[in-house]
Nanobody, 123 residues
Framework: QVQLVESGGGSVQAGDSLRLSCAASGRAFSMYTMAWFRQAPGKEREFVAVSWSGGNTYYVDSVKGRFTISRDDAKKTVYLQMNSLKPEDTAVYYC?????????????????WGQGTQVTVSS
């Protein structure tokens, strides 16, 4: 079992930065695929970024060059550094984890989820 706890959300102005953290409990964190998703009001949950064990990462096009996912396996924590935030980034951000993920952008592939953290970007 893995428990995930996100932190770091808040309300910022367009162009500002935020760093989200997701602390995990449980064993073998380094072997897990870790991802960030987001969900805006009235919209489906959307893939944002993924970090595979070993360090490879991938991003949705809308955040490439602005967001960076990273992980500290010793601390069992994954981060999402968000720069140059835009109003369209406003959403609840969720951390997700699973040991086996075939389609990284499909939220149904992930068994473990955090409670979510709100990010609000005003213009």
């Amino acid at each position: 079992q893995v428990q995930l706890v996100e932190s770091g959300g808040g309300s910022v102005q367009a162009g500002d930065s935020l760093r989200l953290s997701c602390a995990a409990s449980g064993r073998a964190f380094s072997m897990y695929t870790m991802a960030w998703f987001r969900q805006a009001p009235g919209k489906e949950r959307e893939f944002v970024a993924v970090s595979w064990s070993g360090g490879n990462t991938y991003y949705v096009d809308s955040v490439k060059g602005r967001f960076t996912i990273s992980r500290d396996d010793a601390k069992k924590t994954v981060y999402l550094q968000m720069n140059s935030l835009k109003p369209e980034d406003t959403a609840v951000y969720y951390c997700a984890a699973d040991s086996v993920v075939h389609y990284y952008s499909d939220y149904s592939q992930y068994d473990y989820w955090g409670q979510g953290t709100q990010v609000t970007v005003s213009s």
